[in-house]
C-alpha cells in the first residue's frame, strides 16, 4: 500500500527532474562564453583577480583546457604571490594617481617633500611619506630631478624620479630609504655589525 501512494510522487519527482535537467546543462554559446573571457580579461587589467578568476573558471567548466583562461589563473596566481610581498605603504601608492607633476630641475629633497606635501593632500592627511636619505649627503640630496607628468601613480612617480637621478627607494615599515642604486640601504643594526666585524678581522 506504501509503495503505491510513493509512486505517484516519485514519478512526479522524476518529471521534475527531466524537466530541470535539460535547461540547466545547455552549454553557452560561442557567444556567451566569448563574453566571459572578455569580461574576465577586462577584470584582470583593472586588477579585481576576484571578478577574473571567476569568470575564466566559468570558462573551463565548459572548456577544460581552454589555453588562455589557464595562463591569465596562473598570472592572477603569481600576482597575488607579488603582492603580498609588497609593503603596503608602497601598495598604497601605487594606487594613488597624482593629478599632475612639473617639476624643473628640482633638488632630490625638495622632490620627495613635494611629494610627500602631494600625498598628503590627495589623501586629506591621512597618509604622509617619510622619505630618509642614506647618506645624507648633499652628493645624494642635490641630484637634481626634471619631470612633467600626469596621471601617474605616486609609486611610479617615485620611481622614475630614481630612474633620473640614479637612486633606489626602498619602502620599510616607517619610511622610504633613498640610496644610490650602487648600493643598497642598510639599517643601523646591520651596519654596527658589520662595523664590528671589521675591526675584529682588522686586529
Excluded: C, W
Excluded at 557567444?31 to 566571459?36: K, N, Y
Aim: cysteine-free; hydrophobic content about 40%.
Amino acid at each position: 500500500m506504501k509503495n503505491r501512494l510513493l509512486t505517484p510522487v516519485l514519478t512526479a519527482l522524476l518529471a521534475l527532474v527531466a524537466f530541470i535537467a535539460p535547461a540547466s546543462a545547455v552549454p553557452p554559446t560561442r557567444e556567451e562564453l566569448t563574453r566571459t573571457y572578455n569580461a574576465g580579461v577586462a577584470a584582470f587589467q583593472k586588477e579585481d583577480f576576484a571578478t577574473a578568476e571567476r569568470q575564466f573558471r566559468k570558462i573551463l567548466q565548459h572548456v577544460p583546457q581552454h589555453p588562455q583562461s589557464r595562463k591569465y589563473l596562473i598570472d592572477i596566481e603569481r600576482k597575488r604571490s607579488a603582492e603580498a610581498n609588497i609593503p603596503p605603504l608602497q601598495k598604497e601608492l601605487s594606487k594613488l594617481i597624482v593629478p599632475e607633476i612639473r617639476v624643473d630641475e628640482v633638488t632630490l629633497e625638495d622632490f620627495v617633500a613635494l611629494v610627500s606635501m602631494k600625498v598628503k593632500e590627495l589623501t586629506e592627511g591621512k597618509t604622509v611619506p617619510n622619505f630618509v636619505f642614506r647618506p645624507s649627503t648633499p652628493e645624494m640630496t642635490d641630484r637634481l630631478v626634471t619631470l612633467t607628468l600626469t596621471s601617474i601613480p605616486a609609486s611610479e612617480l617615485i620611481r622614475q624620479a630614481g630612474q633620473i637621478t640614479g637612486t633606489k627607494f626602498t619602502y620599510e615599515k616607517f619610511a622610504i630609504v633613498v640610496t644610490s642604486a650602487k648600493t643598497s640601504a642598510v639599517d643601523p643594526e646591520t651596519a654596527a655589525a658589520l662595523d664590528a666585524a671589521a675591526k675584529i678581522s682588522g686586529e
